[in-house]
């Protein structure tokens, strides 16, 4: 029978005894369909009467929930299969009511077939039910236009006794301590959230995921980790992009249900959106991040916000985990899968020699690279190791020997006329100009060597080489290589490993790496990614898959190429070379020099990607210099996390520099427009008090027979009194700053000579009514 890439399966049977027969019904269904599978739950439905079936609501019970977690645990065992339960029949308790007409709902992929559990009463394919559910499909669910209908018809054979009607397991809790029953109603709420990193959408996710849709009635919000959350994660470099996770995301949730609102955003912190905002009311959580769900709630209720319900999903196990993998369905044994894989085509390089198979090998320092190049050795291929070669290229009378003593001079050397490699490291690292000067001497003196070691390898008979550099991409030495393969790990394990290695300190360690490519670089330019985080022989398995049991299929050379590892690979290309190369010995060959010259597109395309590498490397250059003018992006400064600034983040911290150095400096402005006012007040007052001393000492005894001393007490007394109430109902004793900005202000306004004058004669007349 055909194999059709998308399907709508409506299954009609009863839940009670629907549950034990799902894993026939998923097998025929996964024969028949090779994609998307869309699952309609319809309990009850006939087909064989004379009506047209008509969609009807399903109440969501805890039943319901359970049964969808269950068909997703089933249907992993597909691992083809894109398996989708449409919810838009499926009610809550509060939003029970009649399904009204609506339009039909699209989907993003069209069913192409559509399949059902019902069976007839003989068990034939009877047209007339085909037809109704035919009928019934496009009256629901936008359909290609040539759709076929199949009752699947699946052999149950003998079901155990007493295995229908039995519960099923209890796979949703709600945080209520009130006891759940399975045709308990679930309840609704218009507004709801659920969060995770949600890479390569897989069923324990779409579990998750359901059953927020469900009790959602208006909006959902999809918090999606991001950034700093994802530093924790296992394997990081090989995560799906921020976009690309979001975009299959969205297409799920309006898939299943597009009468809900969603908004995706990023997840940043541990608590976000559901934390702070105090329109939701309940919150999604698996077995893992039930405590995070807790820890939500503490934290709202610290800022006065009400708890959240909590709805706890359990795990999915995975039976057929491997042994350094979880026991559950994750995103991170997904990725630990994809080690030794071939996630891209190879390059094509006929200049390369036709009979030879070139692996490019790297990875941070510490990251186990060469004990990986030594495994590939074991299983036959030609190691070449660029450290070697440069140690070749350094020795006296080697070919980078007399450049480099020139460029760094005579202090670099032993006593012997070796080059001090030590000493020449701490020239070049993290001096940026130092180490190009270095770079641009050594690698193509490297390059040179490793070409003449590819022709050693073909000597010899090999055919596949390895070319083992830290330094591949930075020295784009990729263009004499099929294959990028990339060694990762943690850049804390890898300081770890280079401390203990070395001898290093951390921040010797940490300088050496920022100034390699990070391993997120790396990766994204690869063909095969390995890792040595786990005990020896399971990257020995990892190495054994790559090199000899790959089973992607790498769309090489030639349509007719199997699928297979790196050995059939460079069977594939030498098979194929041979027909490609031109025939020297025959002056009459049919083969023209033209035929195998770079075509004009390789050259246009090779002369783009050398373009666009130069402008990335410019790039670059702009944002590591922006690092060392501006302190906070200095890594050492950076406390989340060890892994290398993004140009992003560098970009922004710069913003961020630029934006404090000109409130630094307005800032300081104004505290020198304040302490320039107090200076000038401070001389007035030294002035005046000047002035009142040296009037004193020429005039000691003026007055004394004329005024009592009372009464000059009285007089100052009245005038103090006077401009103190002025002084107090104007000045602000805060700081000092502001008394000092105020007092001026005050002096203008209440001690002009004129006022003071009348402030004078007013004591004067009181105290001369005291006295007469």
């Known amino acids: 029978m055909a194999v059709f890439r998308s399907g709508l399966l409506v299954l009609t049977t009863p839940l009670g005894s629907l ?10 269904a996964a024969r028949l369909v090779n994609h998307t599978l869309y699952v309609h739950l319809q309990p009850g439905m006939s087909l064989e009467g004379a009506a047209q079936p008509q969609a009807s609501p399903v109440q969501a019970t805890f039943e319901v929930l359970d049964f969808i977690s269950t068909l997703y645990s089933g249907a992993k065992v597909h691992t083809h299969l894109d398996v ?3 919810l838009t029949n499926i009610r809550t308790k509060s939003a029970f009511l009649p399904l009204l007409p609506s339009p039909v709902q699209n989907l993003a992929h069209p069913p192409e077939v559509v399949l059902t559990d019902f069976q007839t009463l003989d068990g034939s394919q009877y047209n007339p039910v085909k037809q109704q559910l035919e009928r019934y499909a496009t009256s629901c669910y936008s359909c290609c236009p040539q759709l076929s209908s199949v009752l699947l018809n699946p052999d149950y054979g003998e079901l155990p006794v007493g295995s229908l009607d039995v519960p099923l397991p209890s796979t949703i809790r709600p945080s209520s301590p009130v006891a759940r029953s399975p045709k308990q109603p679930v309840r609704g709420y ?3 959230a659920v969060g995770g990193t949600f890479d390569r959408l897989h069923n324990a996710h779409k579990v998750l995921l359901s059953v927020a849709c469900i009790l959602a009635q208006e909006q959902l919000v999809v918090g999606v980790a991001d950034k700093d959350l994802l530093k924790s994660k296992l394997l990081p470099e090989l995560l799906q992009p921020y ?13 299943i249900k597009p009468s809900l609102t969603y908004d995706i955003v990023p997840l940043l912190d541990p608590y976000g959106p559901a934390g702070s905002d105090p329109s939701l009311e309940f919150l999604v959580v698996s077995e893992e991040t039930c405590r995070g769900g807790m820890a939500v709630n503490r934290f709202r209720l610290e800022n006065d916000l009400e708890e959240l319900a909590l709805y706890q999903i359990q795990l999915l196990k995975d039976l057929n985990h491997k042994e350094n993998e979880e026991d559950k369905v994750s995103s991170s044994s997904f990725r630990q899968r994809m080690l030794g894989n071939l996630l891209r085509p190879p390059y094509k390089r006929p200049e390369l020699p036709s009979c030879l198979y070139v692996i490019g090998l790297t990875g941070i320092s510490g990251s186990g690279k060469s004990s990986v190049a030594q495994r590939l050795k074991g299983l036959g291929a030609f190691v070449i190791d660029s450290d070697q070669l440069g140690h070749r290229a350094y020795a006296p009378g080697g070919p980078a020997y007399q450049p480099v003593v020139e460029a760094f001079g005579t202090d670099i050397l032993h006593k012997d006329g070796i080059i001090n490699r030590k000493v020449l490291g701490s020239r070049v690292f993290g001096n940026k100009k130092q180490l190009k000067i270095l770079t641009d001497i050594m690698w193509p003196v490297i390059a040179k060597l490793t070409r003449e070691e590819l022709d050693q390898a073909v000597a010899e008979g090999k055919h596949v080489c390895v070319i083992d550099a830290a330094m591949l991409l930075e020295a784009g030495w990729q263009n004499m290589v099929h294959e990028v393969w990339t060694v990762v790990i ?3 394990e890898a300081v770890r490993r280079i401390v203990e290695r070395d001898g290093l300190s951390e921040a010797a360690a940490q300088s050496r790496l920022q100034s390699q490519m990070n391993g997120q670089q790396l990766v994204d330019q690869s063909h095969v990614v390995l890792s040595t985080l786990w005990e020896p022989h399971i990257t020995q398995r990892q190495v054994e898959y790559a090199y000899s049991d790959n089973s992607l299929d790498p769309g090489l050379f030639v349509e007719s190429t199997r699928k297979g590892s790196v050995v059939s690979r460079a069977n594939s290309i030498g098979s194929t070379s041979a027909s490609s190369v031109p025939n020297t010995d025959d002056e009459d060959s049919d083969y023209h020099q033209e035929s195998y010259k770079e075509s004009y597109k390789d050259r246009r395309r090779r ?4 373009a666009e590498q130069k402008r990335r490397d410019a790039i670059k250059r702009g944002y590591d210099d922006l690092q060392t003018i501006v302190p906070t992006c200095q890594q050492q400064d950076f406390s989340i996390g060890s892994q290398k600034l993004s140009k992003a983040i560098v970009l922004q911290k710069t913003i961020d520099y630029i934006q404090f150095l000109h409130k630094e400096k307005k800032k300081q402005e104004e505290e020198v427009s304040t302490l320039r006012k107090d200076v000038m007040a401070l001389k007035i007052m030294k002035v005046n008090y000047e002035q009142i001393v040296k009037a004193h000492q020429d005039n ?13 007490f009285n007089v100052f007394q009245g005038i103090m009194d006077s401009l103190f109430q002025s002084f107090n109902a104007s000045i602000s004793m805060a700081s ?4 000092s900005a105020c007092v001026f202000s005050w002096i203008e306004e209440h001690c002009k000579p004129q006022t003071l004058r009348e402030i004078v004669i007013g004591v004067l007349h009181q105290l001369k009514n005291q006295l007469y």
């Open 190 to 192: 218009l507004r709801g």
């Open 243 to 255: 976009t690309e996770r979001v975009e299959h995301l969205s297409e799920f949730l309006v898939d």
């Open 607 to 610: 002369a783009h990607t050398q």
């Open 736 to 739: 000092f700053q502001e008394l």
């Open 84 to 86: 989708r339960i449409l």
């Open 19 to 28: 549950a034990p027969r799902l894993a026939p019904i998923l097998t025929l």
């Open 490 to 492: 943690p850049e804390t």
């Open 700 to 712: 000691p005894h003026e007055g004394e027979d004329q005024v009592s001393d009372q009464v000059k």
